[in-house]
C-alpha cells in the first residue's frame, strides 16, 4: 500500500525519501527536538534548500523544516494540471489592493523544494546595474552586494543545477559558457525568435534549469510541457532533486508535514541582545520547539514576514526584527502581462518547457519612459491554465468560450516577466482570520503605481508589434497575471531603512537570518530563482566566515 | 447572445485522449487520478439535490457541451471540489471561503430569480438564465442575500473559475480541442510548426475530416 505524503510525514525512522526512485529510501540524520542544533532553517524552496546544503557541507547541524509533503516525482506526479495542484501553496490568504495579487499556483509553494518543484526553469542572471539601480539607473534601491561577487554565484549555481543555454548570452558582461547545451526550440519558441528578427532586436535560448542530457540518475527533458505543475520524470533541476539530496547526504535532517508558527525569542537581562532560541512547529498533530542556535526564515515574501509577525512578544510587538517598521513593507511582485493571437500554423505549444525562448531586449536598453525593464518569453499553457485565461482575463464565456477554445493548437503568446518599482505601501500584513493551523492569516495588498502601468502599457504595444510581424491574428493583451515576489525584508546597510543586513542577517536579533526572496529590494526584469539561490550559497559562505572569526 | 448547441464542426473529429491510458504516454499515478475524475460520484456530497441542479444549470450556459463527446459532470466535479475543501489559496478581502461563496452565490442567485421571474436559476429558460449570469458579471444584483459578497466577483473568481477548471480538468475537453494530453513519460519528439508526433492528434481541414479522423482513431 503506498503511503500518502500529504497526511504522514516521509522523513522520520532515520530515513528520507530517495526522489530518484519509486518508494526509495536514503538514510537520513536524525536530531531530538532538544539538541541544539547549528541552524533551523523554516523553508527548503530554492533560498532554505540551498542554504540547507552549503551549511552542512560546511560542517554545520542543520535542521530544515517545510510546511509540505516531500514528494517522489517518479511515482507521486501525474501529468495532470488539477492533481498537481497539491504543489501549491492554497492555505487561506486573503489579496487586496486596487491591483490584487494572484497567488496559489502562480507563485507559492508548499513541500520539500518550495516553489522550484513548480517554477517554469527560467534561470536569468540580473543585470549588473541592478544591484546599485539608485546610484546607477536613478530608482529603487542599492542592495549592500556587488555585482562582481554576485557573479561568482551565479556561476556556482549554475553548474550545480547544470542549467542549459546557449552558446552566446547577448546581454550584459561576459559569461562562462552554460554546463550543459540549449534544448531544441518548440514552434512557441520559433515564433518568438521570428518577432524579435523581424523587429531587430536579439532573442536567445532561454537558460533553464531542466537537463539538455543525462545526469546521474536523471534522464534528459522529454519535453511533456508539464513543467509548471511539476517534473515526473526528474528533468527539472529543482531544490527537491539538486539541494536537497546533496543536503541529507551531508548531514542535514529536513522536515516535511512541519509548519513552524513562531520563533521563540530569549531576552537576557543585563544588557545582552536577544538571541532566537528556536522554533515552534506542529508535526503529527503535536505542537513541538526545535532548539538552535541560529534560526533562517526562508518562507518566501509572504510567509516569511507572516511568521516574523506572528513571532511578536512583549519585547517586539511589532514582530521580530521589526525595528525598523520595514517588515512586510515593500511587498513587490513582477509585472506577468501577456499578448496573445493565433497562427495559421499549428504551434502546439503544450510540448516542450513552456518558456524555451527569451528576449531581455528592454532590460539591457535604456531608451525608455519608465524606470525598470522587462524581459519577454514565449509561452505554453495547459488547458485549464489556457481556459482560465480565456474566461476570467479576456472575459469569454458560453459558445465564444468554446470556440476560442478550439483554437488553442493555433495560439501562440508572449509573456514578461518585468520590474514593477518597489513600493512601501505594498505590504502584506496580518488579517484577523486563522488557518488550520490556529495562526493568523496573511493579508497582501497590491496597488501599481503609474511607472508600472507605462512599463506595461510599453510591454503590450511591442509584444503586439512582435505578434503583428509574425501574421498573428485576433492579438489581444492580458493585463492582469502576477508572478514572483520580493521585498518584505529588504536587505540594506542601514539599520532604519532595511531589515537585514548584506549578510541577511537582522540587524535586530543577530543569530536570526533571512535567506529567501523577500531580501531583494528590487526585483529587476528577470525570473527571481537564480538570484534567490546565488545569495543563499553567498550567505553560507558568510556565515562560515563569521563563523571561523567568532562572530557568529 | 450564445446559441445553446455545441460549437461548430469537429476540429479534431475521432480523437481521444483516453485511448492512449495504456500507452508510455500515461504513467500510473494519472491512470489512477483520470480514473477517480471519471468515476467522480453522481450524487451531490455537498450540495443539495437543489444546488447541484442550479450548477448544472450555471454550467450549462458557461461551458456548452458538444454533443457528440462524452458529458462532462461539471457541477458534480465541483460538489467533488468543495466536499474535500480544495482551496486556491487566496480570495479578495470581500469574498468568503469557497464553501461559503458558493452556497450564499447559489441562494442570491434564486433570490434575485424568484424576485423578477418568479422560479428559482434552475427553472428558467437558458435565455433567462443567461441574462441573470450576464448582470452577475456586470455586478448588476443587489438582492441582500448576497451579504456583501459583490456578484461580479463571485462570477469571476468564483463561479467562471470553477467552472473553467471543471470542464477542462475531463478528458472530454482535453479531446475536443486537439490538446495531447497525458505525457508521462513518453513527452514529444517534434517539436517544431504544424509537426505532429503520431500519438497526437490531426487536425481536420475543410474536405480532410475523414483522415483526419482516420489518423485520430488510430492513436494509441
Known amino acids: 500500500m503506498p503511503d500518502d505524503p500529504l497526511t504522514e510525514p516521509r522523513a522520520r525512522n532515520g530515513r528520507a525519501p530517495d526522489v530518484f526512485r519509486p518508494g526509495g529510501w536514503v538514510p537520513m540524520r536524525q536530531f531530538r527536538d532538544d539538541e541544539e542544533v547549528d541552524f533551523v532553517i523554516v523553508g527548503t524552496g530554492a533560498g532554505g534548500g540551498t542554504l540547507a546544503c552549503r551549511l552542512a557541507e560546511a560542517g554545520f547541524t542543520v535542521v530544515a523544516l517545510d510546511a509540505g509533503p516531500w514528494f517522489r516525482p517518479l511515482e507521486d506526479f501525474a501529468s495532470d494540471e488539477a492533481e498537481q495542484t497539491k504543489l501549491y501553496w492554497t492555505d487561506d490568504r486573503i489579496s487586496t489592493g486596487s491591483n490584487p495579487v494572484q497567488l496559489g499556483s502562480n507563485n507559492s509553494g508548499k513541500g520539500v523544494g518550495g516553489s522550484t518543484v513548480h517554477f517554469a526553469m527560467v534561470s536569468l542572471r540580473f543585470r549588473p546595474e541592478w544591484f546599485k539601480s539608485r546610484t546607477l539607473l536613478g530608482y529603487g534601491a542599492d542592495w549592500p552586494i556587488d555585482w562582481r561577487e554576485m557573479w561568482g554565484y551565479y556561476r556556482e549555481v549554475e553548474e550545480a543545477l547544470k542549467i542549459s543555454g546557449p552558446v552566446n548570452y547577448p546581454w550584459g558582461p561576459k559569461r562562462p559558457r552554460y554546463p550543459y547545451r540549449a534544448h531544441e526550440l518548440n514552434a512557441a519558441g520559433l515564433a518568438l525568435a521570428e518577432g524579435c528578427e523581424a523587429l531587430g532586436i536579439p532573442w536567445t535560448e532561454t537558460p533553464i534549469a531542466t537537463l539538455s542530457a543525462p545526469r546521474g540518475r536523471a534522464h534528459p527533458c522529454v519535453y511533456r510541457g508539464f513543467c509548471v505543475t511539476g517534473c515526473s520524470t526528474n528533468a527539472k533541476q529543482s531544490a527537491l532533486v539538486t539541494w536537497i539530496p546533496r543536503a541529507v547526504a551531508a548531514g542535514a535532517e529536513i522536515r516535511d508535514l512541519a509548519m513552524v508558527g513562531r520563533i521563540e525569542v530569549k531576552h537576557p537581562t543585563g544588557g545582552h541582545e536577544a538571541r532566537a532560541t528556536g522554533v515552534h512547529y506542529v508535526r503529527e498533530g503535536r505542537w513541538r520547539f526545535q532548539h538552535a542556535r541560529h534560526v533562517v526564515v526562508a518562507g518566501y515574501a509572504i510567509e516569511t514576514p507572516r511568521l516574523l509577525f506572528n513571532s511578536a512578544d512583549q519585547h517586539h510587538p511589532q514582530g521580530l526584527a521589526n525595528s525598523s517598521g520595514l517588515v512586510g513593507k515593500y511587498f513587490t511582485v513582477q509585472a506577468n502581462q501577456a499578448v496573445w493571437g493565433l497562427s495559421e500554423r499549428e504551434i502546439r505549444s503544450y510540448k516542450g518547457p513552456p518558456s524555451l525562448a527569451l528576449t531581455e531586449h528592454w532590460n539591457y536598453c535604456d531608451a525608455k519612459d519608465f524606470f525598470g525593464g522587462y524581459c519577454y518569453m514565449s509561452q505554453g499553457p495547459l488547458p485549464q491554465l489556457w481556459a482560465r485565461v480565456q474566461s476570467t482575463n479576456r472575459g469569454l464565456w458560453g459558445n465564444r468560450l468554446m470556440r476560442a477554445m478550439q483554437d488553442y493548437n493555433h495560439q501562440v503568446g508572449l509573456k514578461i516577466v518585468g520590474e514593477f518599482l518597489a513600493q512601501e505601501r505594498n505590504c502584506v500584513t496580518l488579517a484577523d482570520d486563522k488557518d488550520q493551523y490556529g495562526l493568523p492569516i496573511p493579508r497582501v495588498e497590491y496597488s501599481w503605481c503609474d511607472n508600472d502601468v507605462a512599463l506595461i502599457d510599453h510591454a503590450l504595444a511591442f509584444m503586439r508589434r512582435a505578434l503583428e510581424a509574425i501574421g498573428a491574428t485576433d492579438i489581444w493583451d492580458q493585463r492582469d497575471d502576477t508572478c514572483h515576489m520580493a521585498g518584505t525584508c529588504r536587505m540594506g546597510d542601514d539599520p532604519r531603512t532595511s531589515v537585514v543586513d548584506g549578510d541577511c542577517r537582522s540587524w535586530d536579533i543577530r543569530n536570526l537570518f533571512v535567506c529567501d526572496g523577500s531580501v531583494f529590494p528590487t526585483t529587476g526584469g528577470v525570473n527571481p530563482s537564480l538570484t534567490i539561490q546565488a545569495l543563499a550559497c553567498r550567505t553560507a559562505d558568510r556565515i562560515r566566515a563569521l563563523a571561523a572569526r567568532g562572530e557568529l | ?220
Open chain 2, 1 to 220: 447572445m450564445a446559441e445553446h448547441r455545441s460549437a461548430g464542426p469537429e476540429r479534431y473529429p475521432g480523437y481521444d485522449v483516453l485511448t492512449k491510458r495504456r500507452s508510455p504516454s500515461w504513467n500510473d499515478k494519472t491512470r489512477e487520478v483520470i480514473d477517480a475524475r471519471l468515476r467522480t460520484p453522481r450524487e451531490p456530497r455537498f450540495f443539495d439535490i437543489h444546488e447541484l441542479a442550479t450548477v448544472q444549470a450555471i454550467a450549462a450556459i458557461i461551458t456548452p457541451q458538444p454533443a457528440h463527446r462524452v458529458p462532462v459532470p461539471v457541477a458534480e466535479l465541483i460538489d467533488h471540489k468543495l466536499y474535500i475543501d480544495r482551496q486556491d489559496g487566496y480570495r479578495a478581502a470581500d469574498m468568503p471561503r469557497e464553501r461559503t461563496a458558493w452556497r450564499r452565490g447559489i441562494a442570491a442567485l434564486d433570490a434575485e430569480s424568484n424576485s423578477t421571474h418568479g422560479r428559482p436559476f434552475r427553472e428558467l429558460e437558458p435565455r433567462e438564465q443567461e441574462e441573470l449570469l450576464r448582470r452577475m458579471e456586470q455586478g448588476d444584483l443587489h438582492d441582500p442575500v448576497w451579504g456583501g459578497m459583490p456578484p461580479k466577483t463571485f462570477f469571476t473568481q468564483r463561479l467562471l473559475t470553477d467552472v473553467v477548471d471543471a470542464y477542462w480538468s475531463y478528458p472530454t475537453a482535453w479531446s475536443e480541442m486537439g490538446y495531447g494530453g497525458p505525457a508521462s513519460p513518453r513527452g514529444y519528439v517534434r517539436m517544431g510548426y504544424d509537426e505532429r508526433d503520431p500519438w497526437e492528434p490531426a487536425e481536420a481541414h475543410g474536405d480532410d475530416a475523414l483522415e483526419a479522423r482516420r489518423i485520430n482513431q488510430r492513436i494509441r
